[in-house]
């Protein structure tokens, strides 16, 4: 396989990979933003419709369905139709997939029948109750949720905000169903049947919905929680054998009803809003992944063409020269390739930088697990593009000046890979590194962490120890996977000691062991462990190492003025 073909592989499953990363990520931030923008567009004329048809339905219960009120009624009921219909058929038609959406195509196709409903009204083929039912059937036919409230965009608060609507409607529908016996001189025992059990449904869900609400509206529902105007009347309708008292209902009914409205209102706007910070989290996540895959696929394509250039550079010394050896663009072209990898990390750092100041302002949880796991894939396409710049004979910008807790640098090594929750890092002897091998033993660990995760079985952990010893300091890797055959051990040793690459792809990981290890002379063995599994020693040189005392500066330490120290604990702490 060629070389060319080889970089358009690699080249082509890094594109792939940050497809994987990007889309997903992507996809929710549009999802999110639809919900809001369609909510936002929708609400109010969905809201109008609603309280049309509970208007209509109450007077088309009544004994004066054929009249002007009702006539009038159901010419604002069109109109609010209308207003819905000509709102969901603007560009907002395009994002589709929201709640709100979809709950006005629903209740517009519903209210398609309303003319059948309406003539039959007007014919008398329906009873007072199916009347209702009717309608009810428009509104909410499942009797599970109403259109006025969009799950999507109200976080955590969708649930109570569901039964305070659904406690609303119910409200309504037993304002109609007593229309519906207006001017009998008493109550049958089916209607106080039917009063009764929507008054219990009402009251459920009302109390239900507490739980849930946003907390600045919690005490506005505290206070209709607490008033019993309604419930006292309503209680005299159901035990009275009298003319019911109607007027009394009406004068309570007016006022819950409203007051419920307008704090499913207020509700609906602090839910929205608190859910605002995670919409916004969402797309500079999608942004972060999209972008950080974007740089790491670029800074690949220039160490490529570096490569090719490297390839081509020798192809021409074995053939006779065409020109001048001063026309070779070679010389001019490596300090700008150079640069440009070193902008591509630094456009990283900044991405890492922002997550973690994110990250420190918010306190929700769920957030917070988004934050983290966006971090730690930067953190990840970092590991690749700062190793494919080292592979190439570049330097990464980023260094440490000071000497650095090498524990710190163990727990950095296990965050750089996918599976870091399964790496025990805690019986590592503590000494400082030198700052200038802070980069190279890092990724190096990555490298022989990541490759025992990927063998040993998933349910088990990987452990690291270490300890300083006369000759240096020995780091071990241990797990419990199928370890090596002989053979394996010995091309092993053969690939990380030869600074030519292997033509396999299956030692390209210890291939680049070899060669960060080399470059700050650490010598890595592998030999299958007595107990199973392959145990990895890794022992960094004396002169590397120093003690640790009790001024040994830690991540945490905010004394510490070395500026770059903050980019070690921006890893550990994604």
Do not use: C
Not at 98 to 122: F, M, W
Not at 332 to 350: T, V
Not at 517 to 539: C, F, K, P, S
């Amino acid at each position: 396989m060629s070389t060319r073909t080889k970089v358009i592989a690699g080249l082509a499953l890094l594109v792939a990979l940050w497809a994987a990363a990007a889309v997903p990520a992507l996809t929710e931030a549009v999802q999110v933003m639809s919900a809001r923008v369609t909510a936002n567009h929708l609400g109010r004329p969905i809201g109008a419709l609603v309280l049309s048809l509970e208007a209509e339905r109450r007077l088309s219960a009544g004994d004066r369905a054929a009249g002007s009120e009702l006539a009038a009624q159901r010419g604002h009921t069109d109109q609010a139709r209308q207003a819905l219909q000509a709102a969901r058929d603007t560009w907002i038609k395009s994002l589709a997939g929201s709640d709100s959406l979809r709950q006005a195509d629903d209740l517009l196709s519903r209210t398609g029948e309303l003319a059948g409903v309406r003539s039959a009204v007007d014919d008398r083929q329906l009873s007072h109750d199916r009347a209702v039912d009717a309608y009810t059937a428009l509104i909410d036919p499942a009797g599970v949720e109403t259109p006025t409230v969009f799950p999507d965009q109200l976080a955590g608060s969708a649930a109570g905000l569901s039964a305070l609507s659904r406690s609303r409607e119910l409200l309504a529908e037993e304002d109609a169903q007593l229309a519906a016996v207006a001017g009998a001189t008493k109550l049958t025992d089916a209607d106080r049947v039917r009063l009764s059990t929507l008054a219990g449904a009402r009251r459920s869900l009302f109390a239900s919905a507490g739980t849930d609400l946003p907390a600045d509206s919690l005490d506005r529902y505290r206070e209709l929680a607490g008033d019993t105007g309604l419930t006292t009347v309503e209680s005299a309708l159901l035990r009275g054998t009298g003319e019911p008292d109607t007027a009394a209902w009406s004068a309570a009914y007016n006022r819950l009803n409203t007051a419920l409205w307008e704090l499913q209102n207020s509700a609906n706007r602090e839910a929205a809003g608190a859910a605002t910070a995670h919409a916004v989290l969402t797309v500079v996540r999608a942004g972060v992944v999209g972008g950080v895959g974007l740089i790491a696929v670029i800074g690949v394509l220039l160490v490529a063409r570096r490569s090719g250039n490297r390839a081509t550079t020798g192809g021409e010394k074995r053939r006779p020269a065409a020109g001048r050896a001063g026309d070779d663009p070679r010389p001019r072209l490596d300090p700008l390739l150079r640069d440009l990898e070193r902008r591509n990390q630094g456009l990283l750092h900044r991405q890492l930088r922002l997550l973690d100041t994110l990250a420190r302002r918010e306190s929700d949880d769920e957030t917070l697990g988004d934050l983290f796991r966006a971090d730690h894939l930067a953190n990840r396409m970092r590991r690749n593009l700062e190793k494919s710049i080292t592979l190439a004979g570049g330097t990464p910008g980023r260094r440490w000046r000071r000497p650095v807790p090498l524990a710190e640098v163990v727990r950095a090594a296990a965050s750089e890979i996918t599976e870091y929750g399964r790496v025990s890092t805690s019986q590592v002897e503590a000494v400082q590194l030198d700052g200038v091998a802070v980069t190279d033993l890092m990724h190096l660990l990555a490298e022989l962490i990541e490759n025992a995760t990927t063998f040993a079985p998933a349910e088990t952990r990987v452990r690291v120890t270490g300890a300083n010893l006369a000759t240096g300091y020995r780091l071990t890797i241990t797990d419990v996977g199928p370890g090596m055959t002989e053979d394996d051990l010995a091309t092993a040793a053969q690939v990380m000691a030869d600074p030519v690459p292997p033509p396999s792809g299956t030692w390209w990981g210890l291939y680049s062991v070899g060669r960060f290890a080399a470059r700050r002379n650490i010598t890595v063995t592998l030999h299958n462990g007595l107990d199973g599994g392959l145990a990895v020693e890794v022992t960094v040189p004396a002169a590397l190492i120093s003690p640790a005392t009790d001024e040994e500066p830690t991540l945490g330490n905010p004394t510490l003025d070395d500026p770059t120290l903050d980019d070690l604990e921006s890893v550990i702490n994604g």
